[in-house]
């Protein structure tokens, strides 16, 4: 009897521990599509990535700007350049170039290469597939050759800024991502715009 006194609180504290566990497993598909999901004041969540990089695209391709940078039909070839974080928080500017892209890559005005962009090739096997090791132990016919990657006559970068502001237990965030698209003939600013968030927030006053 003194024996199942004495593990009660231990069953009860394991069973407390279980329960609040099984609590926090809850797991709730959203639809990426939405607007829907977790919101934060002072940082880009990545619903705001999906809002700024529509904006921005449904801008570029309606200014009419990459008419007249096709190649005898065929889309304007575009390298990524570098997206500049000015914010005051680590960004992976990635998630907006890639869904810049990918949407330009679907318009079939804009073709992305990936045999060199600000950061290097985004695809090395395009480079070291024309430099292979022991190369005459290929058969030579299926070998790349040397001068035939296309080169890039159009470059996208762009900048992410952010200013903030509080006022007791409110809170603001200003963020501005901007974009521009450069002729690299020329060196000249074809295009360039902007999206700007503004999300505004309460703390609580007991900090939770």
């Not at 003194?2 to 609040?20: E, H, I």
């Not at 566990?21 to 919101?39: K, W, Y």
């Not at 880009?44 to 190649?71: C, M, P, T, V, W």
């Not at 073709?111 to 070291?128: K, L, Q, W, Y």
Request: hydrophobic content about 35%.
């Amino acid at each position: 009897m003194k024996t199942s006194l004495f593990l009660l609180p231990f069953l009860c504290a394991a069973l407390l521990l279980s329960t609040g566990c099984r609590s926090r497993t809850h797991v709730e598909r959203m639809d990426p599509n939405t607007t829907q999901g977790l919101a934060t004041v002072d940082q880009l969540d990545f619903k705001d990535y999906q809002i700024a990089a529509e904006g921005l695209i449904n801008k570029l391709l309606s200014s009419g700007r990459l008419d007249g940078y096709n190649r005898n039909g065929a889309p304007a070839v575009m390298m990524v350049s570098t997206i500049r974080n000015s914010s005051m928080q680590h960004i992976d500017t990635q998630l907006l170039t890639q869904r810049v892209t990918i949407a330009l890559d679907r318009s079939e005005k804009v073709v992305t290469t990936t045999a060199h962009s600000g950061r290097g090739a985004m695809d090395p096997a395009v480079v070291e597939s024309r430099d292979l090791p022991n190369r005459e132990i290929y058969d030579p016919t299926t070998l790349q050759r040397t001068g035939t990657a296309i080169g890039a006559g159009l470059s996208l970068a762009g900048e992410i800024t952010q200013l903030t502001r509080r006022d007791g237990n409110r809170s603001e965030s200003y963020f501005m991502i901007y974009m521009t698209v450069t002729d690299l003939r020329t060196g000249l600013a074809i295009w360039q715009d902007a999206e700007e968030i503004v999300k505004q927030g309460t703390r609580s006053r007991f900090g939770f």
